[in-house]
């Protein structure tokens, strides 16, 4: 390839290469295992993307598929799900296949995982806190009247009320 890098070097790279990295990117590889199977570094990989749309195209493209299966197997995990199976074993000397559907349970963790993905708005662990006043109003608030303070406590107000200022006039926080 003629392509040069910022520096000058001639750029590794070679137009095969989508089709390379959208094959290994369906087959599940990660984008430093197809970096390192080109023998580069990550960032060149995303470089590349940036320089060749169709190496960007086809790592989006290889992914999907990938993704997907992944997406099917966690439902599958969260709703649980049914397959056959043989047991193998011996009886009098003679293999002896016993066929059977093993059953696995949904799993907590994948549904749990599911519904706060597809459903937050019912299922994030965020709770949201909002202070009202009376019927739901907002919060009155009264003034201080400072006669009413201990000497030491309006000492103490005093200090910190310097101390803002003084934060104000330096930048200091």
Known sequence: ?????????????????????????????????????????????????QQYPE????????????????VRSLYRRAVGYSYDSEKIMQFQGAEVRIPYVEHVPPDTTAMIFWLKNRRPDLWRDRVINEHTGKDGGPIETVGMDVRNLSKEERAALKALLLKAKGNQETGDD
């Open 55 to 70: 190496l960007c195209e086809a790592l989006k493209v290889g992914k999907e598929p990938a993704d997907e299966r992944v």
């Open 1 to 49: 390839m003629t392509d040069k890098h910022p520096g000058g070097r001639p750029s590794k790279y070679e137009p095969e290469y989508a089709e390379q990295a959208r094959k290994l990117a369906a087959l599940g590889a990660t984008d430093r295992e197809i970096a390192d199977f080109f023998g580069v570094h990550e960032a060149t990989l995303y470089r590349w993307q």
